[in-house]
């Protein structure tokens, strides 16, 4: 049977590992050239001493992820349906944010995926590179459905795999300084930035996304909960890895040489520069290789997943003009008019800004909706999946609800944090 027939049985568990596959999308999407950014900037900072706020960081996009992924296996509906029943407002919120959200992502993830092209071959311009990512993203999203894009993605986090925690094997780790990070240390002047750290690494909207891909996936039901969880877990194993390694090169080549980078995508390209300088030119080569399947890898991901999330919204829109309550087991789907349209909304008005500067109030209203939407998820999440609109045996348990309602609080600490930020600018 195939991956998308409503009838396949959920796979013995010592046959588990062969059905893997929305939870490296995940973890391909989640983790980019930001997320790599802020861990070798914390470790160039503060040394292993924030360790275990990166690794309290991916543990938390587990509980948001397997509590978004277990609505849509326990109703046979999505996310968006029971954000619908909790009112009409939520369906506005999001629909605004995501617009905004696409326009502004969409020329981060081409300028991401360009950087290291660039700086391979300079010949060609950063504008034209950026520009080719995201038309080659459209195409390859546009012509190929969920099996393709899965196969490409396990191809490129097996890429980015090898040559991160290859790098952070080659700058030889000190293990002892390891273990002092898993204490809990809070070094001075680190708080919102190990707040950071733990919201932002590993995903933000696109954890709620992990509930299409399973769809996507062909999994439907309670029985493939076990099956999901294993997922999810490897997805942020991965994720953990990666930003592990990241946070070890930050604190063996940087933090030790006292050597500080730009806080940005940009501070990966002076990363390369201290490689060549240290290990030659075939390890930076190889590490600009890695940046850019990082990069490719979370443009590809947005494109295919975010689509999907899109058409979802549209797709409940119509029913609540309907006044229709029902399920929204056709939500979500490759393809449709409205997957097409996000596609092509995250491609193309996207690049008008890679021709001028970010519109400051834009950017501004951006930062406010995009602030509120993760401790809306963690809110939500703890609401629906203790209801009654999910079956007993899917509600949360108080390991789900405990995580969830710390999530919870922190994103909203964070929230606050960040629109006093956006006020203070104005």
């Not at 046979?76 to 619908?84: K, M, P």
């Not at 490129?156 to 240390?185: E, K, S």
């Not at 789907?333 to 097409?340: K, L, T, V």
Request: hydrophobic share 55%; with cysteine.
């Amino acid at each position: 049977m195939k991956d998308g027939d409503l009838t396949d049985p959920p796979p013995e568990r010592a046959r588990m590992w062969r059905h893997i596959g929305p939870g490296i999308v995940v973890a391909a999407t989640g983790v980019g050239a930001g997320d790599l950014v802020a861990t070798l900037i914390a470790g160039s900072r503060f040394g292993y001493a924030l360790l275990w706020a990166a690794i309290l960081g991916c543990v938390v996009k587990i509980a948001l992820s397997e509590g978004a992924a277990r609505f849509h296996l326990a109703t046979g509906s999505t996310i968006l349906a029971g954000w619908r029943s909790l009112g009409r407002w939520t369906a506005w919120y999001f629909g605004i944010y995501v617009i905004i959200w696409g326009f502004i992502y969409g020329a981060t993830a081409m300028s991401a995926t360009a950087l290291p092209l660039a700086a391979l071959f300079p010949a060609i311009p950063l504008r034209a590179w950026a520009i080719a990512a995201g038309l080659f993203g459209f195409i390859f999203v546009f012509f190929n459905r969920y099996e393709t894009f899965e196969i490409v993605m396990k191809w490129l986090v097996g890429f980015m795999f090898v040559i991160m925690v290859g790098l952070a094997i080659l700058v030889a780790p000190n293990l002892g300084d390891m273990a002092a990070g898993l204490t809990f240390d809070l070094p001075e002047g680190s708080l919102f930035y190990t707040l950071g750290l733990i919201g932002g690494v590993g995903g933000t909207i696109t954890t709620a996304a992990y509930g299409y891909w399973t769809q996507a996936k062909g999994w439907r039901g309670l029985p493939w909960v076990p099956m999901m969880r294993t997922d999810n877990a490897l997805a942020y194993i991965v994720t953990g890895l990666f930003v592990v390694a990241m946070l070890i090169v930050g604190a063996e080549l940087l933090y030790s040489a006292g050597i500080a980078l730009e806080d940005s995508d940009r501070g990966l390209l002076g990363l390369s520069e201290v490689l060549s300088e240290r290990f030659g030119t075939i390890v930076a080569v190889l590490f600009l290789l890695g940046f850019a399947a990082t990069s490719l890898s979370s443009l590809l991901g947005v494109w295919q997943g975010m689509s999907l999330f899109f058409s979802d919204w549209w797709y409940q829109l119509k029913c609540a003009a309907a006044s229709d309550e029902g399920g929204s087991d056709e939500g979500g789907r490759e393809g449709s008019g409205a997957y097409r349209f996000y596609l092509a909304w995250l491609t193309f008005p996207p690049m008008l800004l890679l021709f001028a500067d970010r519109p400051f109030l834009l950017v501004i209203v951006y930062g406010a909706f995009g602030a509120l939407f993760m401790p809306f998820l963690a809110i939500t999440l703890l609401i629906l999946n203790n209801s009654d609109r999910v079956p007993a045996a899917a509600r949360n348990g108080w390991l789900a609800n405990a995580t969830l309602a710390a999530s919870a609080l922190l994103f909203l600490v964070l929230a606050i944090q960040q629109v006093a930020n956006l006020v203070w600018r104005v």
